[in-house]
């Protein structure tokens, strides 16, 4: 299969000549996108490495990572690549794990691999902490958004792609800023691709995160929960639906009776001084105790039901032709 690197470029320049050069031979194609970066990357790229496998690629403004590493997919996929392989360029990444990477891909056991720096515990303990709480954090609303419960890290930068799956993807309808690889991750669920976790150790040195945790928090959390309930919706109640459906219907009616009742009960009683009767403790707690109890029914099925069959071997995308539509947005 022939591989694709694309690496998205900004402020990177003090580490994107080493991260190149760590490139191996398995790799056919890089590409460099200049995401209109201060420092003029992509100048520095094509001055100081002489690769005939790179290829720069310039934005007039700037798009977030999103957007660069997108520019970089759609000229992959215009260069006829396989596999499409994305990697950061400020030295976090190991070029060597590559051949990693897509090896799950190649041999058909998957059709998306990401890295996860939470692997081992020694990695861990050199994380600094706050890295270590919003990753947590955002792993765990990502597998409520996405039906991935078995992946860890979905922040992780460094993943892998086969064509097929990509193509599926309607790629002006991903985000192009930092919530990208999670935005991915909810994509492919939609499309039941399955997806799985590389190890690998990320290397902390003199970078300088974009990201500002107070900006981005919120509006993960509302694409999240937005995510979560059109995942629901879409595969419980219009896709298919099945005893997990009726469970988690019954189960949240039955939970939030119970809570809304013996709360008015409650009250009631404080406000009167008169305990609540047996009855209607009762008539609160049996709700509530039957709702939990259907709600867990209903997430062991969703985290039973993750997707097992790459649709790289179901030999089928949701948009036809793919290729073509790819050449005529390079062409404008």
Not at 13 to 18: L, N, P, S, Y
Not at 113 to 131: D, H, I, L, Q, T
């Given at each position: 299969?022939?591989?694709?690197?694309?690496?998205?470029?900004?402020?990177?320049?003090?580490?994107?000549?080493?991260?190149?050069?760590?490139?191996?031979?398995?790799?056919?194609?890089?590409?460099?996108?200049?995401?209109?970066?201060?420092?003029?990357?992509?100048?520095?790229?094509?001055?100081?490495?002489?690769?005939?496998?790179?290829?720069?690629?310039?934005?007039?403004?700037?798009?977030?990572?999103?957007?660069?590493?997108?520019?970089?997919?759609?000229?992959?996929?215009?260069?006829?690549?396989?596999?499409?392989?994305?990697?950061?360029?400020?030295?976090?990444?190991?070029?060597?794990?590559?051949?990693q990477f897509v090896q799950?891909?190649?041999?058909?056991?998957?059709?998306?691999?990401?890295?996860?720096?939470?692997?081992?515990?020694?990695?861990?303990?050199?994380?600094?902490?706050?890295?270590?709480?919003?990753?947590?954090?955002?792993?765990?609303?990502?597998?409520?958004?996405?039906?991935?419960?078995?992946?860890?890290?979905?922040?992780?930068?460094?993943?892998?792609?086969?064509?097929?799956?990509?193509?599926?993807?309607?790629?002006?309808?991903?985000?192009?800023?930092?919530?990208?690889?999670?935005?991915?991750?909810?994509?492919?669920?939609?499309?039941?691709?399955?997806?799985?976790?590389?190890?690998?150790?990320?290397?902390?040195?003199?970078?300088?995160?974009?990201?500002?945790?107070?900006?981005?928090?919120?509006?993960?959390?509302?694409?999240?929960?937005?995510?979560?309930?059109?995942?629901?919706?879409?595969?419980?109640?219009?896709?298919?639906?099945?005893?997990?459906?009726?469970?988690?219907?019954?189960?949240?009616?039955?939970?939030?009776?119970?809570?809304?009742?013996?709360?008015?009960?409650?009250?009631?009683?404080?406000?009167?001084?008169?305990?609540?009767?047996t009855g209607t403790v009762?008539?609160?707690?049996?709700?509530?105790?039957?709702?939990?109890?259907?709600?867990?029914?209903?997430?062991?099925?969703?985290?039973?039901?993750?997707?097992?069959?790459?649709?790289?071997?179901?030999?089928?995308?949701?948009?036809?032709?793919m290729r073509a539509d790819?050449?005529?947005?390079?062409?404008?």
């Amino acid at each position: 299969m022939r591989i694709a690197v694309v690496i998205p470029c900004f402020k990177v320049t003090r580490h994107i000549e080493d991260v190149i050069a760590r490139i191996g031979p398995e790799v056919e194609y890089i590409f460099a996108i200049d995401d209109a970066c201060p420092d003029n990357s992509g100048d520095f790229i094509e001055q100081t490495i002489k690769d005939p496998r790179l290829k720069v690629l310039r934005h007039a403004s700037n798009t977030g990572v999103g957007g660069a590493v997108i520019t970089g997919y759609r000229a992959a996929l215009e260069a006829g690549a396989d596999i499409l392989v994305k990697v950061d360029g400020d030295g976090q990444m190991a070029p060597e794990l590559i051949s990693q990477f897509v090896q799950p891909i190649e041999v058909g056991d998957a059709d998306y691999v990401k890295g996860n720096r939470f692997y081992s515990g020694s990695a861990v303990r050199e994380m600094p902490w706050v890295r270590l709480f919003g990753n947590a954090f955002l792993s765990f609303i990502t597998k409520l958004s996405s039906g991935y419960w078995s992946i860890f890290d979905p922040t992780n930068g460094f993943t892998a792609i086969h064509a097929r799956a990509l193509e599926s993807i309607d790629l002006d309808r991903v985000s192009k800023r930092y919530f990208f690889e999670s935005d991915m991750l909810i994509r492919l669920g939609d499309l039941r691709a399955v997806v799985i976790d590389i190890p690998m150790r990320a290397v902390y040195a003199d970078e300088v995160s974009g990201i500002r945790i107070s900006r981005v928090m919120i509006e993960f959390l509302w694409r999240h929960t937005v995510a979560t309930i059109k995942r629901i919706i879409y595969m419980y109640f219009l896709r298919d639906f099945s005893l997990a459906s009726l469970n988690l219907l019954f189960g949240v009616i039955l939970l939030t009776f119970g809570v809304i009742f013996g709360a008015v009960a409650w009250s009631g009683s404080i406000a009167s001084g008169v305990p609540a009767t047996t009855g209607t403790v009762m008539l609160s707690a049996l709700p509530i105790v039957l709702g939990f109890q259907m709600l867990l029914f209903f997430a062991s099925y969703d985290i039973a039901s993750e997707p097992k069959v790459p649709i790289q071997r179901l030999r089928i995308t949701t948009r036809v032709p793919m290729r073509a539509d790819y050449r005529a947005k390079s062409r404008n």
